[in-house]
């Protein structure tokens, strides 16, 4: 009885290192995704004038890197922050810890290499080697052409530089072991179709633009649910006693857009854009959504109708989605 305790207390003793082991080469090793490479961006004009189209209106990474105006519907960006970081991602809002944008402009990355900023966009790894939370979409940021990612880069080089202290962002427990194993090393870089394969371009563009990340419901372990593809249904907290939900934009007849013309989806973003336009303000309760419309609505039109052109080719999926509603149990 004796030697089978003792045989027992070794080998817990063994399943503990075996643990200890593997969480401290999850905690310090990881995420691995090799050094940033060697690269030198030349801030030219057209890198910068392409570089802001889709740091702006395409990847939208000023969205999340500079202050959202969230009394106006849809949250336009406040003047005079752009890319200055700050922005809050926490328990309120679902995200397991607190997560914090951070500055990119100029006064943040004058220490940075193009391809310490690089690699962040693709991978998800800061130049320290910490990994960043995946609100920041980099699986599909690493599918971008590397002359799209250059382009940012020779823009963010361009900005305004705005010095704003940021935050350290702090995962809970035990995503702050979880979140070193997501980033990825890009095996192939992306590469951007010609302009004139609509349905490829189109792809291309609705999977560098988030598009796939935001309106494809995840499972309860944050994985992307199987089939369910661009049909809409993640619910998103807004903070208080509302949440907004993304809509299905499969070809659909029924929940989806499947009798939307060309005409009526490059329409509902252009809406946004016409000279015209007043961004409303939002009173609490009312209906309130975190899709940058403005932002969005100056994505060129042929890009656009590029996007409508593969929404047309992928599986329409029913899928019934409440766009706003309150929190249960809120009242």
């Known amino acids: 009885m004796k030697a089978l305790k003792k045989i027992g207390g070794w080998l817990l003793s063994i399943l503990l290192i075996v643990l200890l082991s593997s969480a401290a080469y999850v905690y310090y090793m990881l995420?691995?995704?090799?050094?940033?490479?060697?690269?030198?961006?030349?801030?030219?004009?057209e890198r910068v004038r392409r570089?802001?189209?889709?740091?702006?209106?395409v990847v939208v990474c000023m969205d999340c890197h500079s202050k959202r105006d969230f009394s106006k519907f849809s949250g336009p960006l406040a003047e005079g922050?752009?890319?200055?970081?700050?922005?809050?991602?926490?328990?309120?809002?679902?995200?397991?810890?607190?997560f914090f944008a951070k500055n990119i402009t100029p006064a943040a990355l004058s220490e940075?290499?193009?391809?310490d900023i690089y690699r962040t966009i693709t991978t998800g790894?800061?130049?320290?080697?910490?990994?960043?939370?995946?609100?920041?979409?980099?699986?599909?940021y690493?599918?971008?052409?590397?002359?799209?990612?250059?382009?940012?880069?020779?823009?963010?080089r361009s900005i305004p530089p705005i010095t704003h202290s940021v935050p350290e962002s702090e995962p809970n427990f035990p995503f702050n072991f979880i979140i070193n194993t997501i980033p990825q090393q890009v095996a192939v870089?992306?590469?951007?179709?010609?302009?004139?394969?609509?349905?490829?371009?189109?792809?291309?563009?609705?999977?560098?633009?988030?598009?796939?990340?935001c309106h494809t419901p995840p499972d309860d372990k944050g994985k992307k649910l199987p089939g369910?593809?661009?049909?809409?249904?993640?619910?998103?907290?807004?903070?208080?006693?509302?949440?907004?939900?993304?809509?299905?934009?499969?070809?659909?007849?029924?929940?989806g857009i499947g009798k939307w013309t060309e005409t009526d989806f490059v329409g509902r973003f252009k809406a946004y854009a016409d000279s015209g336009y007043v961004v409303p303000s939002v009173n609490p309760g009312e209906f309130q959504t975190i899709m940058p419309w403005v932002m969005y609505s100056k994505m060129e039109t042929e890009d656009l109708a590029a996007i409508y052109a593969y929404l047309r080719t992928v599986q329409p999926v029913r899928n019934a989605v409440v766009k706003f509603k309150e929190k249960p149990g809120s009242k």
């Open 228 to 255: 369910m593809e661009l049909a809409g249904g993640w619910e998103m907290s807004l903070g208080n006693n509302h949440i907004v939900t993304t809509a299905n934009i499969t070809p659909d007849n029924e929940t």
């Open 189 to 213: 870089p992306g590469k951007k179709p010609d302009v004139s394969d609509r349905v490829a371009y189109g792809k291309y563009l609705i999977h560098i633009a988030g598009c796939v990340e």
């Open 81 to 98: 922050t752009l890319g200055e970081g700050g922005e809050k991602f926490s328990e309120e809002f679902g995200f397991p810890g607190k």
């Open 142 to 156: 690493g599918m971008m052409d590397p002359e799209d990612v250059k382009d940012i880069i020779a823009y963010l």
């Open 31 to 45: 995420p691995d995704v090799g050094p940033a490479p060697e690269l030198n961006v030349e801030v030219t004009p």
């Open 51 to 57: 570089g802001e189209y889709l740091a702006n209106h």
């Open 125 to 140: 790894v800061s130049k320290n080697g910490r990994a960043l939370f995946p609100v920041m979409p980099y699986k599909y």
């Open 112 to 115: 940075w290499s193009d391809g």
